[in-house]
């Protein structure tokens, strides 16, 4: 009997890693699926905080994915790891914060590990040609595979009629006739395959599910680095950005106010961590103060909060002060109007 081959495949859990998933299954190949945590993922997080999004689906795509797929799944936390990545990408940026292609050789580079620890054969993606511009283009796909050192064990079955040869298909454990010639942006070969294989669900939108391709979250992380003076984060770091509207009246103190119950309820849970305002003569936002302030910011924090109570209108407006030691305090001030606001401390 001929000895069965075994692929680990990056599951993201949008549609292109299941295709390529299903076409190398129908190969009588086993499969196994890796997912990365990075903690920038969108899936989930503000579906789950935000009251207006209670009914969207609150699952994990990549598990849900796996499933459907009848495989394992392998999740794997890089939080630490990488930060390097986002900080220091050798092949620069996207349009955003998004680091594509030294993710995606950072990727793969800890799937070769896996793949070697666990005695597989070869990594399968999604990947498409000319799906992505920086990590999907036919001129830095080569880039991927020399310096995750994974070289032609890297098989992308959707595009893989337009690459060269690999390992899997030179041995005979693949049949390259049975792979496809996918490229461009479009998604009608997928969605044609997908039909073909019977799905009928999956994550959308396809693909890229980083915060850091979103070009308002990248100016918040951009404006946290800034205002620290170091290119750094932590995972409360990436949760916050997330959530709520952020406010810089300077640099050394910024404002995360609740837009509604949902927000409201995840900001408190930081509440042992950051000084909070609470508007308790009219209905209003929870907030933190990410920072030290004086008595004077303290009072401009309190009106611009006020700013965004039912009590905007009024000549004053009482709040809750209290500091990460829990001792509680009233703030009377007038809110802030509009004019005095400028739109640039919004983030």
């Known amino acids: ?10 599951v993201s859990g949008g549609l292109d890693s299941m295709l390529a998933v299903r076409v190398i299954q129908e190969q009588g190949i086993h ?37 459907q ?12 790891e990488y930060k390097d990545v986002v900080i220091n990408p050798k092949h620069g940026y996207g349009a955003n914060l998004n680091p594509c292609l030294d993710c995606k050789v950072f990727m793969v580079r800890k799937a070769r590990e896996w793949m070697e620890q666990h005695g597989f054969d070869f990594i399968i993606t999604g990947e498409v040609v000319g799906q992505r511009p920086m990590s999907q ?51 009608k070969p997928q ?71 949902g927000e409201g309820k995840f900001l408190q849970g930081y509440k042992r961590q950051y000084p909070t305002l609470k508007v308790t003569s009219h209905g209003g936002p929870f907030a933190l103060i990410d920072g030290v302030i004086s008595e004077e910011e303290l009072r401009e924090a309190a009106a611009i909060v006020a700013r965004y109570s039912q009590g905007k209108s009024a000549n004053e407006v009482i709040l809750e002060y209290v500091d990460t030691d829990g001792q509680a305090r009233d703030l009377h001030v007038k809110p802030m109007s509009p004019e005095e606001m400028p739109t640039e401390w919004i983030l």
């Open 69 to 80: 797929l009848g495989i394992k799944l392998h999740i794997v936390d890089i939080i630490e």
């Open 191 to 261: 969605l044609a395959l997908a039909k073909s294989f019977g799905f009928r669900d999956w994550a959308t939108p396809a693909g890229g599910c980083c915060f850091l391709t979103d070009a308002h979250y990248s100016s918040r992380l951009a404006d946290l680095w800034q205002s620290r003076g170091s290119r750094d984060y932590e995972m409360d770091d990436i949760m916050l950005l997330k959530v709520g509207r952020h406010i810089r009246p300077a640099k050394h103190f910024k404002l995360i106010l609740a837009r509604e119950e």
């Open 137 to 187: 283009r036919k001129d830095t796909m080569p880039v991927v595979q020399i310096e995750s050192g994974v070289e032609d064990r890297l098989l992308r079955p959707l595009s893989a009629k337009n690459l060269p040869e690999t390992l899997p298909e030179r041995e005979g454990w693949v049949e390259r006739e049975e792979l496809h010639d996918f490229s461009g942006r479009s998604r």
């Open 31 to 67: 499969v196994e699926g890796i997912n990365f945590f990075t903690g920038f993922c969108v899936e989930g997080h503000t579906h789950a905080i935000r009251k207006k999004d209670r009914d969207k689906p609150k699952r994990n795509n990549a598990l849900w994915a796996a499933e």
């Open 1 to 10: 009997m001929s000895l069965q081959r075994k692929a680990v495949a990056l």
